[in-house]
T-cell receptor, first 115, second 113 residues
Framework: AQSVTQPDIHITVSEGASLELRCNYS??????LFWYVQSPGQGLQLLLK??????LVQGIKGFEAEFKRSQSSFNLRKPSVHWSDAAEYFC?????????????FGTGTQLKVEL | NAGVTQTPKFRVLKTGQSMTLLCAQD?????MYWYRQDPGMGLRLIHY???????AKGEVPDGYNVSRLKKQNFLLGLESAAPSQTSVYFC????????????FGPGTRLTVT
């Protein structure tokens, strides 16, 4: 069964600083990987996804993530954080079979941005 | 195009009461899902459906039932609510294959006292 680990529960960065959120996954086959963002009181919004091909994927809001098979990682990055990026971020791995496209989520990383 | 909508947004139940959460999507997605979100635990899959008239258990199905009578709707029922079911419930939908991206509703915050 697949699993996702987000080792950082909380991260605080200053506005304008760079950001990296860590995600490690466990999956027996080629993974489908996602990053979602959740603002307070809201649902989840997809930031980016990796299915195959180029291991560096670009997403919305200036985010990118790099798939590293050798490290079983899919870390999320942003070169310059804005105060509006404060939210909770979830990494997920997908198992796409005829029985449903089931996602397994990590426990999330809460991002605080200091002005 | 409203995407995925959930009704109600908030609800307070007493232990033993029943209720149904409604999820509706207007994207013609085949697959639909119910998750619960608890602090420090991320989202966990309760039940899912791969098409009208079909449902299947996810990771934490106990205490919940679901129905998918129409392609656009996915209902989550609690027959006898327990305090352990206090949570935020999210519905999602997706196409069967290809991209597989799930689209989420805004959530229902349920408190069981």
């Amino acid at each position: 069964a697949q699993s996702v680990t987000q080792p950082d529960i909380h991260i605080t960065v200053s506005e304008g600083a760079s950001l990296e959120l860590r995600c490690n996954y466990s999956y027996g086959a080629t993974p489908y990987l996602f990053w979602y963002v959740q603002s307070p009181g809201q649902g989840l919004q997809l930031l980016l996804k990796y299915f195959s091909g180029d291991t560096l994927v670009q997403g919305i809001k200036g985010f990118e993530a790099e798939f590293k098979r050798s490290q079983s990682s899919f870390n999320l990055r942003k070169p310059s954080v804005h105060w509006s990026d404060a939210a909770e971020y979830f990494c997920a791995v997908g198992a796409f079979t005829g029985g449903g496209n089931k996602l397994t989520f990590g426990t999330g990383t809460q991002l605080k941005v200091e002005l | 195009n409203a995407g995925v909508t959930q009704t109600p947004k908030f609800r307070v139940l007493k232990t033993g009461q029943s209720m149904t959460l409604l999820c509706a999507q207007d994207m013609n997605h085949e697959y639909m899902y119910w998750y619960r979100q608890d602090p420090g635990m991320g989202l966990r899959l309760i039940h899912y459906s791969v098409g009208e008239g079909t449902t299947a258990k996810g990771e934490v199905p106990d205490g919940y039932n679901v129905s998918r009578l129409k392609k656009q709707n996915f209902l989550l029922g609690l027959e006898s609510a327990a305090p352990s079911q206090t949570s935020v419930y999210f519905c999602a939908s997706s196409y069967p294959a290809g991209q597989g991206e799930q689209y989420f509703g805004p959530g229902t915050r349920l408190t069981v006292t």
